[in-house]
């Protein structure tokens, strides 16, 4: 079986610290312009997101225009061979705000990752929360999210929305912390 995801998307998402609402899309359904790769640079560049996410990935060199290219082509792919789910959450202007994924079509378990820029801080655990709902309809059992152990932004944003440390795991690996979200 594969999740079952609405077209059309847009979910309201509200930024905990600003009352701000923004709206969350398929990455499929978002039209990728100039301004639009010019921004997700721009976030993709910003230190917190970029020494977390992308100076290993990419060598210690910028987040290119091309990266911000490849991350639609890679979202666009998934939805379209139903492997992985990617989200863009948009201010209401329709400028890149935060990122967020799920990983995999596995019901049982999967992976979801996110990025936020530091411009809309308060806007991630709301955002988990929402996708939570949305996998949950979706059919997915269980999301789960890996954190690196010193990511003290990223680990508040699980235990906000709900996720539990899975111990066993956690004590397992030396780089990631794991939290879970099971559906009943
Ligand atoms: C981790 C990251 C996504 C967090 O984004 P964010 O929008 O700042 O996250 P949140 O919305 O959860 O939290 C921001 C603040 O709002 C508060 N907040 C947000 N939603 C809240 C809620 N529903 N209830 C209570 N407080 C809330 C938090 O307490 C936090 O404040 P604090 O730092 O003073 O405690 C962002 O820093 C980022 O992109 N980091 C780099 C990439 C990364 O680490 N990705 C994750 C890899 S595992």
């Known amino acids: ?8 998307l847009s979910i309201p998402v509200t930024n905990y610290l600003t009352g701000v609402t923004y709206s969350l899309h398929r990455v499929d359904e978002v039209v990728e312009t100039d301004e639009i790769l010019a921004e997700m640079v721009a976030i993709g560049n910003e230190t917190l997101v970029y020494s977390w996410l992308f100076d290993e990935m990419l060598d210690g060199k910028p987040y290119q225009t091309k990266n911000a290219r490849d991350f639609f082509e890679m979202g666009i792919n998934g939805w379209r061979s139903s492997k992985m789910f990617v989200f863009l959450l948009l201010t209401k202007d329709g400028h890149p705000a935060a990122c967020i994924d799920i990983k995999s079509a596995d019901l049982g378990r999967a992976e979801i990752g996110y990025l936020a820029s530091h411009r809309h801080r308060g806007v991630m655990t709301n955002t988990v929360v929402a996708l939570s709902e949305l996998a949950k309809e979706a059919g997915y059992k269980m ?9 003290r932004e990223s680990l508040g944003v699980l235990l906000r929305a709900g996720f539990s440390r899975n111990e066993q795991e956690s004590a397992e690996c030396e780089t990631y912390d794991y939290f879970e979200l099971k559906f009943s």
Do not use: A, E, S
Not at 1 to 8: A, D, H, I, L, V
Not at 143 to 151: A, M, P, Q, S, T
């Open 1 to 8: 079986m594969t999740p079952r995801f609405p077209r059309n």
């Open 143 to 151: 999301l789960y999210g890996r954190v690196r152990k010193r990511n």
